[in-house]
């Protein structure tokens, strides 16, 4: 569900230091499907973070997005996992999937980053951050993007 600004609804976008980011939209070219998130910003990086989500004792958390990265410039994409106290705090996050391209290549194919952590301590809730850093600004598409929580035993 979408809300009027575009943005799927629960979700939070937080500019580079306080200021707004060009454009947030969902639009193509996709990976799979009919829409994908552009992040598209003139500012060094920009991100995007899902809504939380509530957690249960003893479950490990799996997050998973394609991006694709149309332009020549340096930069990277990176996607990780946040776990927040009960005052919506962070209190800890995943090990980063980054995906870098140098610049060298228009080549934007479509790349798979995954992330996957339990948290230490147990908090009360865990959300999704999509990263764009790109140098001089520039365009990152974000499609399948999925957040699971599974027990701890699960293979």
């Known amino acids: 569900h979408l809300e009027d600004s575009g943005i799927p609804t ?3 976008v937080y500019p580079p230091r306080d200021e707004r980011i060009d454009v947030f939209t969902v639009t193509r070219p996709v990976h799979h499907g009919y829409r994908s998130l552009l992040i598209e910003t003139s500012r ?3 991100s995007v973070i899902t809504g939380q989500h ?3 004792l003893n479950t490990r958390q799996r997050g998973m997005a394609w991006v694709s990265i149309p ?5 990277e994409a990176v996607l990780r996992i946040d776990y927040l106290s009960k005052d919506g705090n962070t209190v800890g996050s995943s090990p980063p999937a980054i995906h ?4 060298d290549s ?17 908090p009360v809730a865990v959300r ?3 990263i764009a850093a790109i140098r001089g600004g520039g365009v990152t598409y974000w499609d399948d993007f999925q957040l699971f929580s599974e027990p701890m035993d699960a293979p």
């Open 100 to 103: 870098r391209w140098t610049g």
């Open 71 to 75: 332009r020549k410039q340096p930069g």
């Open 128 to 130: 999704m951050q999509m």
């Open 10 to 12: 629960g979700w939070t």
């Open 44 to 46: 060094p990086w920009a």
């Open 54 to 56: 509530p957690l249960t």
């Open 106 to 122: 228009s080549d934007a194919a479509w790349t798979l980053l995954r992330v996957e952590s339990r948290a230490a301590e147990f």
